[in-house]
């Protein structure tokens, strides 16, 4: 066959560009004897602009606790009752994965009575955070959720009664809220606490199927104990929700004490080590003195007092909302770690390139690398604030008023924004790992399973935004109304100035490197947002409030987003102050910049609407995003080792840390086949398929 | 504690509007006992603007089809040996998912030979495909893949030699393409085929790790033969790839034949029932008859003719880059159908609403159901253009050369385009099910790993999307040189028309729903982004070329992708033109022109930055984009309906076609509880902790 005309062999010698096969695979026949993944890596690391060990410092707050995380490693590694003990961590079954979190658990238990030091305790169970998202969810669910509800909500005796029996797993405590049919709406949730004046006991009921306890983590197989959360029903009154010390299992059988149902929640998209359950309560019985009663309370007499404000209540979903913080920073430095030394080990394309110098390679993973260190930067400026805000409800009780609406509404945006933007990082992780993304072994699926329940748990994120969004356009109200308002919505005190500042007529994206100027853009758009979205609802009025709601719930969501980015990079920018006279400043400031570009770049169609930019201001701020993402790229290797995450930890062979990524890959391949010789199913379902006679053959073994 | 002023007391207002506890579990109570979930969706479906039978005849592509495809999901739920035999699907070992998967092809191939209709033999093997992801893949590696390399590749003696015994897997093939160190880069491929002709042999080696085959489908327990791509080296001198026929295993034994070393690639993110594995070949020799030689040969004294022209090995890749419209069906037909019905089910809110009515759900989800409507219906334009194209190669070169070109840019453009944007609705899907979709048991989690081999595995999106926008440069190249061009590019004949025309004026956003103008808007972008980056590549001169290129990777991506949606969209409205006269081409209609908005408005910054719209062009193309949302999500649950998906395909108790989610979802996790005893690791774990002695209590069982 013969091309018919000159244009057609133009068209075909086009395509063939496409699909030469033009041998090189004696380049690749070398660089295989020697590999050129360790030469990769070391140079990338030679070329570094800052010094590795000064950044991890930074990262982990000083020299003392990189040692003290150094020797925790150590003792997971070592320690057979704390690490794997054989194979790949996804090849365990459920019951394997389980045993093994739960012996890690007794083990740290141990191990905490025989460190000395509180550094290194401290570091061993962030390690072991590191090291397992099982077993920090265990931790997790018994020390935050259970022994925060009691701390927040118990009174001084009970918390006297139960604290150390919890501090050392003599009881195992879950925290029982979510229910099947109800999850971000707590005033659905049906559990009853029903009071028995006359036994001086709380009936605790699940009057439906939906009322059944959903998703409550440890309940599956080992909780002793639940914090419930019910509808505190007294003389036929429901007096809202209050929560109550349920015990569950008998700490001697470890069986279900009768009145109490629970069960295993089963196969997740991930985290098989957590017993996930659902707990049914039917007419089970609880003393009085079960409900935590430090705000609100009931006597004997069945007379209920009431919280003094509701809030408190749930001012622990604050702090838990802001943890996102920390567990995005887990779960995404691993997967960036394994993605980014793969990218620069992995060469391919037509002069066998690293692929980490692919323009749309290196502009999807470095936001992400600089989105991590604004993680951790920001984490510490949040809990610094909260335990401020905290300590305020001890001490003066203006002030924390003054102060939690702030907190709410940016636990709830953070949540929601961080979250989002970290599905999609993991996302780009997966892509630039190509295939081997598929394997188990390379780790980059666990982690999205695992990251999976965050966006839709602890809040579902559309709904946090819109809280966010509601708290803007209250808060605009009330600087509209001459209030002093604090905190991330102090720039509504001047929202008339913003408003009537002229819009840019930037030439330089030099401009763009400017912190103040980027607040300033983002500022513009917020108060401008939630100036025309609150005029919206205002007009509605009480009766369509609702509709004109909905009607506009994506912008109100957009806008939650913008204001988000807006306080985040705020708090960075803050956050690196105190990091001014470390050698890594200026790599902390470049990171801060290219993420306040990446902010404009990802809104811009808004203000390309809005006339503040026009076409020629988009294409400078394009550019500048590329140019810095390229910028930063040079540093990519170091940036990801900085964060010292030990190879055994990762448990990813094609991001190992010397980059001789394919043995290592293929050795943990063959460890994981048990077994060389033909499976069973082969000989029941294969084998009388392949040796069927041929139709017509002679049927030699027929003795008819 | 009291707040301390007034406008303390005025935030707390608002916050406590959050937060607010008044109890409203009566209605939830109620509604429970008496499930909304049947009505919810009976309403819906009564409220359809459509006969959903008429829809689900256009998908199918008539009533007969529709009748053998019932009674193909008969045969399935009622044949122990295809069926699922107990348990739920994800509870499976990989171990019984192989096992599954092989007991189900013996099946198949058993019922082929009984069922004499040629219509429900195919409707078995597509609902089977439906069905299980693994089984649909096992097939396509013996049947797409390897059986098509031999049809394509190898001469009239060859097929006639193998093809019963492939028809009846005497043989099991698998297709070993794909190396550790090498996938979208053909050229680099190192395995090697050298031929000795003392022996009229050939040796198939690899030479290093990296060029160990990886990935291959079947190869890790079952095929018995494989076609592998090697570099083929005659007398010291290589004549590039080409295909082999290569034995793997013993069929008697299902042992490995010395020489070949094949192993099992383990756990995956997904489709755990595909025996994907890797293959060594080391000095494993082959009859040289076994090189497919249709196109390129060589005699036995290793005189080696060339294909006639490369592109021919090629051209199996473009159908296969096809099928990924007919997979992205069956995965997002599944994951919505499950995501629109929990939306219709599930209540939540203040006024309890239906989920799906919320502005961010509908249009997060209703685009989604569009797309997989465009993909039906343009999957058949698809398949019936290439069969002409392919038809042309036996009938008329210059006809076949003048349209593969467009063939393979469509194709690499749309597995980019089309399986990125599934990814996104995927993604939706799992977040508009909450919590329930981090369970294995709603399938919603397994889904997206299945999908997740899509958009890396069978050439990278990138690498395909960067093949497609090199193709329009050419395109646009020959245009300029005043060629006619075909198929999608042959608006390019018109390029200097396209530009000069003005920029659109219109104020009416219903100009959008025009599909011509909608054509005509992304002519334009394309026209314009392709014409720029001719210019810059043409201006970087050949040296500089692949850095200009590669300086411009991003925006030659997005050029892939405003084409790839414009054709689709053309593909479409002309696909759509073959129902103009049954019941539904107005819904039919109505979905292509809201995906002709969502191109526009995905695109939206691109327009707005090129000064095509202005701002007040982006708010009405935004509403017009939120009101055919709305507009479609009234018949939502019946569009998921025309798919005709039966439950136990679907395997997710929340999306259950009668609505009654609560009771399946509970009893479809405790069915997969085998035991309700303590497991064993709490006596190993937990009871020592539990039971550990209080600090200064009473040593009660100390006999010393």
Same mark, same amino acid.
């Given at each position: 066959?013969?091309?018919?005309?000159?244009?057609?062999?133009? @068209?075909?010698?086009?395509?063939?560009?496409?699909?030469?096969?033009?041998?090189?695979?004696?380049?690749?026949?070398?660089?295989?004897?020697?590999?050129?993944?360790?030469?990769?890596?070391?140079?990338?690391? &030679?070329?570094?602009?800052?010094?590795?060990?000064?950044? +991890?410092?930074?990262?982990?707050?000083?020299?003392?606790?990189?040692?003290?995380?150094?020797?925790?490693?150590?003792?997971?590694?070592?320690?057979?009752?704390?690490?794997?003990?054989?194979?790949?961590?996804?090849?365990?079954?459920?019951?394997?994965?389980?045993?093994?979190?739960?012996?890690?658990?007794?083990?740290?238990?141990?191990?905490?009575? !025989?460190?000395?030091?509180?550094?290194?305790?401290?570091?061993?169970?962030?390690?072991?955070?590191? /090291?397992?998202?099982?077993?920090?969810?265990?931790?997790?669910?018994?020390?935050?959720?259970?022994?925060? %509800?009691?701390?927040?909500?118990?009174?001084?005796?009970?918390?006297?009664?139960?604290?150390?029996?919890?501090?050392?797993?003599?009881?195992?405590?879950?925290?029982?809220?979510?229910?099947?049919?109800?999850?971000?709406?707590?005033?659905?949730?049906?559990?009853?606490?029903?009071?028995?004046?006359?036994?001086?006991?709380?009936?605790?009921?699940?009057?439906?199927?939906?009322?059944?306890?959903?998703?409550?983590?440890?309940?599956?197989? +080992?909780?002793?104990?639940?914090?419930?959360?019910?509808?505190?029903?007294?003389?036929?009154?429901?007096?809202?929700?209050?929560?109550?010390?349920?015990?569950?299992?008998?700490?001697?059988?470890?069986?279900?004490?009768?009145?109490?149902?629970?069960?295993?929640?089963?196969?997740?998209?991930?985290?098989?080590? =957590?017993?996930?359950?659902?707990?049914?309560?039917?007419?089970?019985?609880?003393?009085?003195?079960?409900? =935590?009663? *430090?705000?609100?309370?009931?006597?004997?007499?069945?007379?209920?007092?009431?919280?003094?404000?509701?809030?408190?209540? /749930?001012?622990?979903?604050?702090?838990?909302?802001?943890?996102?913080?920390?567990?995005?920073?887990?779960?995404?430095?691993?997967?960036?770690?394994?993605?980014?030394?793969?990218?620069?080990? @992995?060469?391919?394309?037509?002069?066998?390139?690293?692929?980490?110098?692919?323009?749309?390679?290196?502009?999807?993973?470095?936001?992400?690398? &600089?989105?991590? /260190?604004?993680?951790?930067?920001?984490?510490?400026?949040?809990?610094?604030?909260?335990?401020?805000?905290?300590?305020?409800? !001890?001490?003066?009780?203006?002030?924390?008023? @003054?102060?939690?609406?702030? !907190?709410?509404?940016?636990?709830?945006?953070? *949540?929601?924004?961080?979250?989002?933007?970290?599905?999609?990082?993991?996302?780009?992780?997966?892509?630039?790992?190509?295939?081997?993304?598929?394997?188990?072994?390379?780790?980059?699926?666990?982690?999205?399973?695992?990251?999976?329940?965050?966006?839709?748990?602890?809040?579902?994120?559309?709904?946090?935004?819109?809280?966010?969004?509601?708290?803007?356009?209250?808060?605009?109200?009330?600087?509209?109304?001459?209030?002093?308002?604090?905190?991330?919505?102090?720039?509504?005190?001047?929202? *008339?100035?913003?408003?009537?500042?002229?819009?840019?007529?930037?030439?330089?994206?030099?401009?763009?490197?400017?912190?103040?100027?980027?607040?300033?853009?983002?500022?513009?758009?917020?108060?401008?947002?939630?100036?025309?979205? &609150?005029?919206?609802?205002?007009?509605?009025?009480?009766?369509?409030?609702?509709? %004109?709601?909905? %009607?506009?719930? +994506?912008?109100?969501?957009?806008? &939650?987003?913008?204001?988000?980015?807006?306080?985040?990079?705020?708090?960075?920018?803050?956050?690196?102050?105190?990091?001014?006279?470390?050698?890594?400043?200026?790599?902390?400031?470049?990171?801060? !910049?290219?993420?306040?570009?990446?902010?404009?770049?990802?809104? =811009?169609?808004?203000?390309?609407?809005?006339?503040?930019?026009?076409?020629?201001?988009?294409?400078?701020?394009?550019?500048?995003?590329?140019?810095?993402?390229?910028?930063?790229?040079?540093?990519?290797?170091?940036?990801?080792?900085?964060?010292?995450?030990?190879?055994?930890?990762?448990?990813?062979?094609?991001? *190992?840390?010397?980059?001789?990524?394919?043995?290592? /890959?293929?050795?943990?391949?063959?460890?994981?086949?048990?077994?060389?010789?033909?499976?069973?199913?082969?000989?029941?379902?294969?084998?009388?398929?392949?040796?069927?006679? @041929?139709?017509?053959?002679?049927?030699?073994?027929?003795?008819?």
């Amino acid at each position: 066959m013969e091309p018919t005309s000159p244009s057609a062999i133009a @068209r075909l010698a086009a395509v063939q560009n496409h699909l030469s096969i033009q041998p090189c695979f004696h380049r690749h026949a070398i660089h295989n004897y020697k590999p050129t993944g360790p030469a990769d890596l070391a140079r990338e690391r &030679a070329n570094a602009s800052f010094k590795v060990e000064d950044m +991890t410092e930074v990262i982990l707050r000083g020299k003392e606790n990189v040692e003290a995380m150094s020797v925790a490693y150590q003792l997971i590694q070592r320690d057979p009752d704390l690490r794997m003990r054989e194979g790949h961590h996804y090849d365990l079954t459920r019951a394997e994965d389980r045993e093994q979190t739960m012996r890690q658990i007794a083990r740290t238990i141990e191990l905490k009575k !025989q460190i000395k030091d509180p550094r290194l305790r401290h570091a061993l169970l962030m390690a072991m955070n590191s /090291y397992s998202e099982s077993y920090a969810m265990r931790m997790y669910v018994h020390d935050m959720l259970f022994k925060q %509800a009691l701390m927040l909500f118990g009174t001084a005796e009970r918390q006297d009664k139960w604290m150390d029996d919890i501090e050392n797993w003599r009881v195992i405590g879950c925290f029982a809220m979510t229910e099947m049919g109800h999850s971000s709406n707590l005033r659905g949730l049906e559990t009853t606490s029903t009071y028995d004046s006359s036994t001086n006991e709380f009936v605790i009921h699940s009057p439906t199927l939906t009322a059944t306890k959903w998703w409550i983590g440890m309940s599956g197989e +080992t909780a002793t104990h639940t914090v419930a959360i019910c509808q505190t029903v007294v003389d036929g009154k429901n007096h809202g929700i209050n929560w109550f010390i349920v015990p569950l299992r008998d700490p001697k059988t470890g069986r279900l004490l009768p009145g109490v149902t629970c069960g295993d929640i089963g196969h997740k998209s991930s985290r098989q080590g =957590l017993d996930n359950g659902w707990i049914q309560f039917t007419s089970f019985r609880i003393p009085r003195e079960n409900m =935590l009663m *430090k705000w609100a309370s009931m006597t004997s007499e069945g007379e209920f007092t009431p919280s003094p404000n509701p809030i408190l209540s /749930y001012a622990t979903l604050i702090p838990e909302r802001f943890t996102i913080l920390g567990t995005s920073q887990v779960i995404l430095s691993h997967a960036l770690t394994i993605a980014v030394r793969y990218g620069a080990v @992995r060469r391919q394309g037509n002069q066998d390139e690293q692929i980490m110098d692919y323009q749309t390679h290196y502009t999807s993973l470095m936001p992400g690398v &600089a989105f991590v /260190y604004m993680l951790n930067i920001v984490d510490r400026e949040l809990f610094d604030k909260w335990n401020e805000v905290a300590e305020f409800a !001890q001490t003066d009780a203006g002030a924390f008023m @003054r102060e939690i609406p702030d !907190q709410h509404g940016v636990s709830a945006g953070f *949540k929601g924004t961080l979250a989002w933007y970290a599905t999609e990082i993991l996302e780009s992780c997966r892509r630039a790992c190509g295939g081997h993304a598929y394997s188990s072994y390379n780790s980059i699926a666990g982690l999205i399973g695992d990251y999976g329940v965050i966006t839709t748990g602890g809040g579902d994120n559309v709904v946090l935004m819109q809280q966010s969004a509601r708290y803007l356009i209250t808060a605009l109200k009330w600087a509209q109304e001459g209030q002093k308002l604090v905190g991330s919505v102090s720039y509504f005190n001047n929202y *008339k100035k913003i408003l009537s500042s002229p819009k840019t007529s930037f030439q330089d994206p030099r401009d763009l490197l400017s912190h103040e100027f980027v607040v300033d853009v983002l500022s513009w758009a917020c108060a401008k947002m939630t100036t025309e979205l &609150a005029a919206i609802l205002t007009e509605a009025g009480k009766t369509n409030f609702d509709q %004109a709601w909905n %009607a506009n719930q +994506t912008e109100l969501v957009r806008l &939650a987003d913008v204001h988000a980015w807006r306080y985040f990079l705020i708090l960075y920018q803050r956050g690196i102050q105190r990091e001014k006279n470390t050698s890594v400043y200026p790599q902390l400031r470049q990171m801060g !910049q290219l993420m306040s570009t990446f902010a404009i770049h990802k809104h =811009l169609d808004l203000f390309l609407e809005e006339g503040y930019f026009d076409g020629s201001h988009a294409k400078l701020i394009r550019q500048l995003f590329l140019d810095q993402c390229k910028a930063l790229r040079k540093d990519a290797v170091p940036l990801v080792d900085a964060w010292a995450i030990p190879d055994f930890v990762i448990k990813a062979p094609i991001g *190992k840390y010397d980059g001789n990524i394919y043995p290592a /890959y293929f050795a943990t391949v063959t460890a994981a086949q048990k077994s060389f010789d033909p499976p069973s199913y082969w000989h029941k379902y294969a084998a009388p398929l392949l040796n069927a006679p @041929r139709p017509g053959a002679e049927k030699k073994n027929c003795k008819c």
